[in-house]
């Protein structure tokens, strides 16, 4: 069962709307469905809040920290709260998924991803969920981390809201299903 769910992105106005940031949105969206609200809690390195869905705790994380120090503040709500590797879903940007679309993960590789790299070094495990938020490939010969600081073109941005939605929904079914069952039902979408 998972119970942490945290979104990756960058903090500041200069990357609110990049594509790295596709982890920070897909949590705000799930804290909107939730009805809770992110705040500012400087012993965990983030904005966080708990709820209850189904007479389970759960909590959300955005971590303070720059993208590539993500692993601090993940490591160190879940350790506070005991909350084992296998019981955190991370959200994050994923260039070999095609914008409009999520994919479910467990476990793997960091891929190249920064932020799930720190966080494997942190947790000591690879052996969380992942919903990758798809911002493709960067066009021409750009280099991806150019691309991952750039912002969504018009046609992008119009999908991305039904997209984050869909992908919250799904945790209902991962918190009463679990992640193996969700990720059947979400990567068939």
Do not use: C
């Not at 960091?110 to 052996?127: F, K």
């Amino acid at each position: 069962m998972i119970k942490l769910f945290v979104g990756l992105g960058n903090p500041g106005t200069e990357y609110e709307d990049t594509r790295h940031n596709a982890g920070f949105w897909w949590i705000d969206q799930l804290a909107q469905q939730l009805k809770v609200q992110l705040q500012p809690d400087k012993n965990h390195h983030g904005w966080v809040a708990r709820t209850t869905l189904q007479g389970d705790t759960l909590w959300l994380l955005k971590p303070a920290t720059f993208m590539n120090l993500s692993g601090k503040a993940v490591a160190s709500l879940a350790r506070f709260y005991k909350i084992e590797p296998a019981h955190i879903m991370v959200v994050h940007d994923e260039l070999d998924v095609v914008p409009g679309e999520a994919k479910l993960k467990l476990g793997g590789s960091h891929a190249g991803h920064n932020g799930l790299r720190d966080i494997i070094a942190a947790a000591d495990s690879n052996e969380f969920v992942r919903v990758r938020v798809g911002i493709g490939r960067p066009p021409g010969r750009m280099d991806a981390a150019d691309f991952v600081l750039k912002n969504f073109s018009g046609d992008e941005r119009k999908e991305l809201p039904l997209l984050l939605a869909l992908s919250a929904d799904a945790v209902e079914e991962i918190v009463t299903k679990g992640a193996l069952e969700a990720m059947n039902a979400v990567n068939a979408r």
